[in-house]
């Protein structure tokens, strides 16, 4: 059955440092997307790239592909409630092309791009601990190519603590909270968020108001 509802077809072309749209490298979770594979043959069901062009300026971290969102498109943040958010506010701040993410737009990123701690889609969304580990080999060379003076955006403790230990740093110096702001080696800075999810913005947790302040933060580090 043709994948509907996928954006991009595997990104061979992406450097296997990256991404590996073939890892099965935990069993957990290549177990897991061959059940959801059987459940919805529409969805893309694999490791899920990076949007964006790896090198720019802002980097953002999330969390892992959502059930109905990047595991379904193979676009981080897109398809479900979780990019609602962080589009529009990308869009707000002359980061993106358009407000919104769907499958087959021609949507583009300027100076930004978007990739998740976790590539794959984990259980109830929670990836455990040696998963994060793992995948952490492709986030250190996505958080290396990170220019100097560049930003780099966490989105949630999770993302946060996993892009700290990418960077060789300690996760007990540099604590995950709301709007933090880390200065990096190199000049680079690490600024951290709660995560955009339904969650999260359903409940007040992360308002579209705190969410401007965070960007227009990263916006006056990268200015």
Same mark, same amino acid.
């Given at each position: #059955?043709?994948?509907?509802?996928?954006? $991009?077809?595997?990104?061979? =072309?992406l450097?296997?440092? /990256?991404?590996n749209?073939?890892?099965?490298?935990?069993?957990?979770?290549?177990?897991?997307?061959?059940?959801v594979?059987?459940?919805?043959p529409?969805? =893309?069901?694999?490791?899920?790239?990076s949007?964006?062009?790896?090198?720019?300026?802002?980097?953002?971290?999330?969390?892992?592909?959502?059930?109905?969102?990047?595991?379904?498109?193979?676009?981080?943040?897109?398809?479900?409630?979780?990019?609602?958010?962080?589009?529009?506010?990308?869009?707000k701040?002359?980061?993106?092309?358009a407000? $919104?993410?769907?499958?087959g737009d021609?949507?583009?990123?300027? $100076?930004?791009?978007?990739?998740?701690?976790?590539?794959?889609?984990?259980?109830?969304?929670?990836p455990?601990?040696a998963?994060?580990?793992?995948?952490r080999?492709?986030?250190?060379?996505?958080?290396?190519a990170v220019?100097?003076k560049?930003?780099?955006?966490?989105?949630g403790?999770?993302?946060?603590?996993?892009?700290?230990?990418?960077l060789?740093l300690?996760?007990?110096?540099?604590?995950?909270?709301?709007?933090?702001?880390?200065?990096?080696?190199?000049?680079?800075?690490?600024?951290s968020s /709660?995560?955009?999810?339904r /969650?999260?913005?359903?409940?007040?947790?992360?308002t579209?108001? #705190?969410?401007?302040?965070?960007?227009?933060?990263?916006?006056?580090?990268?200015?």
């Amino acid at each position: #059955m043709p994948e509907k509802n996928v954006i $991009d077809k595997p990104r061979t =072309a992406l450097s296997k440092r /990256y991404y590996n749209p073939s890892c099965i490298k935990c069993a957990r979770l290549a177990d897991f997307l061959r059940v959801v594979r059987g459940r919805h043959p529409d969805y =893309a069901c694999r490791p899920v790239p990076s949007f964006g062009t790896l090198g720019s300026r802002l980097l953002i971290v999330g969390l892992a592909p959502g059930l109905h969102g990047a595991n379904a498109t193979a676009r981080p943040f897109t398809g479900d409630h979780a990019g609602i958010l962080l589009y529009k506010t990308l869009h707000k701040f002359g980061f993106s092309s358009a407000p $919104d993410s769907r499958p087959g737009d021609d949507l583009s990123l300027q $100076d930004c791009a978007v990739t998740n701690a976790v590539k794959c889609l984990p259980p109830e969304n929670k990836p455990v601990a040696a998963e994060v580990n793992a995948c952490r080999t492709f986030l250190i060379n996505e958080l290396d190519a990170v220019p100097p003076k560049g930003v780099i955006l966490a989105l949630g403790k999770v993302a946060h603590d996993s892009v700290v230990r990418g960077l060789g740093l300690s996760v007990g110096s540099l604590r995950f909270q709301h709007a933090g702001e880390y200065a990096l080696p190199g000049g680079r800075t690490l600024v951290s968020s /709660y995560h955009c999810s339904r /969650y999260n913005t359903q409940t007040g947790r992360l308002t579209a108001q #705190m969410f401007d302040r965070v960007f227009f933060r990263v916006k006056e580090i990268l200015s």
